[in-house]
């Protein structure tokens, strides 16, 4: 009998990797605690070279026609004196030279729809309770589906479950804070016909922080105010009133909309950024994937990016009979860099702010002039992905 694997947890590290293993000829189960893939405010921007791993199964060009997004060339920061192109896509890849801004909500089932196709078992609304052992073995999981207690036998249990992982707690591995220094506030409101252009991703300084502009196609600007972390209770004892001022200094054509859709803080979506790092992402018959391994911060805007290449290379893995606890030595160097580097900036940027200092750091400023930094800055943000193995390419 071929491997079986259990795959906990339908966000998109655990949505490709069933996608992966079903194409790669394994027996893999999907089971997902929600009804349906909806959501909001999660990471929907799909690097360059996701994109070109994606065009290599033969995937890209129809997710691009086929799913509404938009594509960003650059990311911009924007003071009050100029706007910065910090990072040029257009130097990331000659295939994708840009970020698709695709919400998860519409790539996930996207997805999903072609695990199946391969074979996959997708469970909707079945939540994961806790781990089966056989001995010191993790050998498959309890699960509910309606209140409805089930078990699936494993070779191998994958926890793809996010940052607060059930299946990581179940299989007492401990999840240690980094240290992140803002926390981040979302809304949405309708775009109009004549709003000014937009990358897809801008940031604008305003007093005390930032303001993120994303623009994913769904004929909604998201925006995001980064506050100290830890000050959400503040920022609600003080009303929305500072935050719609906030906005006004930068994007005043959108202060109607937002006063119109956010009455109170209670309208905004809190996404307390994390970076977290685990003791070890395997244990025999379980590995860990995505968050559920390594919470990272929004700054760049890898989370998905890193939970998709972790995916990438644990089915190379699993297909060839490998050790799965192998992906822990390949992936998590990269990973740690990208989290202190992020641990760096973040607090840099909250020092900045609380020195009422906005806009880009001196160095990036100065950097930003330097003919070819910000295609050199794209290319070495790269996140690397494994080329798929020839039973899951199909070559
Ligand atoms: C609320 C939130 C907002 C975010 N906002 C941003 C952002 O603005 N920008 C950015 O770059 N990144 C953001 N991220 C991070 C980014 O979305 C993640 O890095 C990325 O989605 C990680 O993918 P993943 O597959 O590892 O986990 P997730 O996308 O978290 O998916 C985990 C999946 O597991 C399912 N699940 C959870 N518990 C169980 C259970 N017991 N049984 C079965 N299934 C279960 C969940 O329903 C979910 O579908 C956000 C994350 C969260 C949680």
């Not at 947890?9 to 997902?32: D, N």
């Not at 920061?77 to 030279?97: N, Q």
């Not at 719609?244 to 950024?273: E, F, M, Y």
Request: hydrophobic fraction near 45%.
């Amino acid at each position: 009998m071929g491997t079986r694997v259990v795959v906990v947890g339908g966000g998109p590290g655990g949505v490709l990797l069933t996608y992966l293993l079903a194409r790669g000829g394994v027996e893999v189960t999907l089971l997902e605690a929600r009804h349906d893939f909806a959501r909001r405010f999660r990471g929907d921007t799909l690097a360059p070279g996701v994109l070109e791993y994606l065009d290599d199964l033969g995937l890209a060009s129809d997710l691009l026609a086929e799913v509404p997004h938009t594509r960003s060339d650059a990311f911009r920061w924007h003071t009050p004196e100029r706007t910065y192109r910090l990072v040029d896509y257009r130097g990331a890849s000659k295939r994708f030279p840009f970020y698709a801004l695709i919400p998860q909500a519409r790539f996930l089932p996207w997805l999903a729809e072609r695990a199946t196709g391969f074979g996959a078992t997708v469970r909707m609304g079945a939540r994961f309770s806790d781990l089966l052992r056989d001995g010191e073995r993790v050998s498959g999981v309890r699960y509910t589906v309606d209140g409805e207690p089930h078990e699936i036998a494993a070779d191998l249990v994958v926890g793809s479950d996010g940052r607060s992982s059930k299946v990581r707690a179940a299989a007492g591995i401990e999840a240690t804070e980094l240290g992140a220094s803002l926390d981040l506030l979302w809304a949405a409101v309708d775009q109009h016909d004549d709003d000014p252009p937009s990358s897809g991703l801008d940031l604008f300084a305003r007093p005390g922080g930032t303001i993120a502009l994303l623009d994913q196609g769904t004929g909604q600007w998201q925006l995001g105010w980064s506050i100290p972390a830890g000050t959400f209770a503040e920022v609600r004892e003080a009303g929305v009133e500072p935050l719609v001022d906030a906005l006004g200094t930068v994007l005043p054509w959108l202060v109607d909309r937002v006063r119109a859709t956010v009455r109170s803080v209670n309208d905004l979506t809190l996404l307390p950024v994390r970076i977290t790092t685990v003791d070890t992402w395997s244990k025999p018959g379980l590995v860990l994937i995505g968050d559920a391994a390594h919470v990272v911060s929004p700054v760049g805007g890898n989370g998905i990016n890193l939970a998709l290449a972790d995916a990438a290379e644990l089915a190379n893995l699993v297909v060839t009979g490998a050790d799965p606890a192998e992906l822990e030595r390949r992936r998590r160097p990269g990973v740690e860099k990208e989290q202190q580097g992020q641990v760096r900036i973040e607090r840099a940027a909250a020092k900045r702010n609380a020195a009422g200092v906005t806009g880009p750091p001196t160095a990036l400023r100065v950097l930003s002039n330097v003919p070819g930094f910000s295609r050199l800055a794209a290319r070495r943000s790269r996140v690397p992905m494994a080329a798929p193995v020839p039973a899951i390419a199909g070559s």
